[in-house]
């Protein structure tokens, strides 16, 4: 009599990477980076910090760095005793630190130019992100652009390191809303999230799920793009 050998199992011999994701996003024991500390990024961050995750902020400008360093605020809305949870926090002016974090999220300026989001500094920090991005990371783009940006202009930046979207990292984008000095705070305004992949979008919702009241799913980021 033989003993038929196990079926190869390849799943279970490697953890999935973006498995090992959801379990630091429901542990909080994910770092999480923001990319572009202004009205959106910094209220982020501050939220990000609350719910427990370390974090990592990222501004081209070193006034803001040295600023959140030292505790002061530079946003109307936020008072320097405010940003005591993010006391904690490392700030810096390289984008690289990026590759430190398991959630990186995209919030730098995309300014009308005739009509139509100036996209560059989108695609400088795709770019640099892509160039250090962990496998097993989730990028989310927060920036106000056109239905079509994640999937037809960031994806590729951040695959040029080597790893596959939906496969490596996940992607996904989810609009700012919030109207800064308005009374609807983070919490209670409704986050839209559509990620590349059902997958993607689930890891994208359970991440915002952590910071807001109520996260509202979208077939795709094309369809999160357009919601704004
Ligand atoms: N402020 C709002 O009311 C609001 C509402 C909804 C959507 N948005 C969108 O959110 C995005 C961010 O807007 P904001 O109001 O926070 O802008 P902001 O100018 O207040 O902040 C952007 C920050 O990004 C930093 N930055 C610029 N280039 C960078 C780079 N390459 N790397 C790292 N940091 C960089 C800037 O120094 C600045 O601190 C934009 O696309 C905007 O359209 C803003």
Do not use: N, W
């Not at 542990?27 to 999480?32: C, G, N, P, V």
């Amino acid at each position: 009599m033989s003993t038929a050998a196990p079926p190869d199992s390849p799943t279970l011999s490697h953890s999935d990477p973006l498995a090992d994701l959801a379990t630091a996003i429901s542990e909080r024991t994910a770092t999480i980076a923001v990319v572009g500390l202004g009205y959106v990024g910094l209220p982020l961050a501050l939220a990000v910090a609350q719910a427990g995750f370390d974090v990592i902020g990222i501004d081209a400008v070193p006034d803001k760095v040295a600023a959140l360093r030292a505790g002061r605020s530079y946003i109307s809305d936020l008072s320097d005793a405010d940003l005591a949870p993010l006391s904690t926090g490392r700030f810096t002016t390289d984008p690289a630190a990026a590759g430190d974090a398991d959630v990186v999220i995209i919030a730098v300026p995309t300014p009308l130019r005739d009509g139509a989001p100036d996209l560059s500094l989108v695609e400088q920090a795709g770019a640099t992100i892509g160039r250090v991005l962990r496998r097993g990371a989730l990028v989310i783009l927060e920036s106000t652009t056109y239905p079509g940006t994640t999937d037809e202009l960031l994806v590729p930046l951040l695959e040029r390191g080597g790893l596959r979207a939906a496969r490596d990292f996940a992607v996904a984008f989810s609009p700012e809303r919030v109207d800064p000095g308005s009374r609807h705070t983070l919490r209670a305004t409704p986050k839209v999230v559509g990620g590349l992949t059902p997958s993607c979008t689930g890891l994208a919702a359970a991440f915002y799920a952590t910071v807001v009241d109520e996260v509202v799913t979208t077939r795709g980021p094309r369809e999160a793009e357009m919601a704004k």
